[in-house]
């Protein structure tokens, strides 16, 4: 069973229990929002927000408090929301919050301070399990993981420069520290990392050679062509070849490997990609985007819809 699926076997458990299925007192928490598209973020549905949230509150519970839910399996799966559910059987709702895949099913994951929880109905032929996304930007580096915020660390190639000042001067205008050095020194477990470059630059990366095996290991719907990356492929839902870019194309998205978290790439086929890319790590840009391809001034959501 996946985890980016509103389900888990435990959900039965809580309709039972009803431990910490958001029933229970506590202090509760506060500035929270739900935000809820198709087609991987390209079509929005609604939006709500939330400035006080009651104690021991649930990913299920606070949707279900703003919009209308069906639900399969004891609760634990949701089957539609506002009255839109799958119309075939590769297409299913899945949720991340502060823009990571939740471990477990909305029954039982906690809202913490400043949750961002995004939920998006999409066909997932290409891959069950997206291990990031970069719509809910600035977070995870604002309010963190699960609840804990975690140092945010920027690993730079030192031919993009000027694109590196700029990711960390906009994670500072955002209010998020980092500590910048060189592609490769590492980032530790317990921290995010932001890892910009050109291809060749990284591609000796651990979360790149996922990028390169596709979207069923990254999560991630482009690729670099070529030994040096000369050109980047964007793929379609179905994970099948979309549109190829040439010289100045950028990429920003987000994976990891395993249970790590994430890694943020900022990357291009050259320099001018990698500024280009640079210049889209913005709120308003990445606004619901799974991950975003730049041509020069054009921005190319992620995966890339047949129209695009």
């Known amino acids: 069973m996946r985890p980016g ?29 739900v935000t809820v598209t198709r087609n991987f973020g390209t079509a929005p549905v609604a939006t709500a927000a939330q400035a006080r949230v009651a104690g021991s509150e649930t990913v299920m519970r606070l949707l279900e408090r703003h919009f209308r839910v069906q639900t399969r399996y004891g609760g634990g799966f949701v089957e539609a929301i506002n009255g839109r559910s799958g119309t075939q059987s590769r297409v299913d709702w899945f949720y991340y919050v502060n823009g990571v895949e939740a471990p477990q099913g909305a029954a039982v994951t906690s809202v913490h ?9 999409h066909d997932w032929t290409a891959t069950q399990s997206i291990p990031a996304v970069v ?27 000027s694109a590196c000042r ?13 500590a910048t050095g060189l592609i490769g020194t590492g980032s530790g477990t317990d921290s995010l990392a932001v890892v910009i470059g050109t291809w060749r630059d990284i591609q000796g990366e651990i979360v790149a050679s ?9 999560g991630v719907y482009a690729r670099f062509a070529g030994r040096l990356g000369s050109g980047l492929e964007l793929l379609n839902p179905q994970g099948h070849l979309a549109r190829r870019l040439g010289g100045a194309a950028g990429l920003i998205a987000a994976t990891a490997e395993g249970s790590a978290e994430p890694t943020w790439l900022i990357t291009g086929t050259d320099p001018a990609g990698v500024s280009a890319a640079a210049a889209a790590f913005t709120p308003g840009a990445l606004h619901d985007r799974f991950a ?17």
Do not use: M, Y
């Open 292 to 308: 975003l391809a730049v041509s020069g001034a054009v921005q190319l959501p992620l995966p890339l819809e047949p129209s695009s």
């Open 113 to 121: 301070r400043g949750d961002r929880i995004w939920w998006d109905l």
């Open 166 to 178: 700029r990711v960390s001067d906009e994670l500072a205008h955002q209010g998020v520290p980092a």
């Open 5 to 33: 699926r509103a389900w888990l076997a435990s959900a039965t458990l809580c309709a039972v229990a009803l431990a910490g299925c958001g029933l229970g007192p506590g202090p509760g928490t506060s500035n929270v929002a």
């Open 210 to 218: 996922l990028l390169q095996q596709g979207p069923s290991a990254s």
């Open 135 to 161: 719509g809910s930007f600035p977070e995870p580096f604002l309010h963190g993981v699960g609840g804990k915020r975690l140092p945010t660390t920027i690993e730079c190639a030192p031919d993009v420069q």
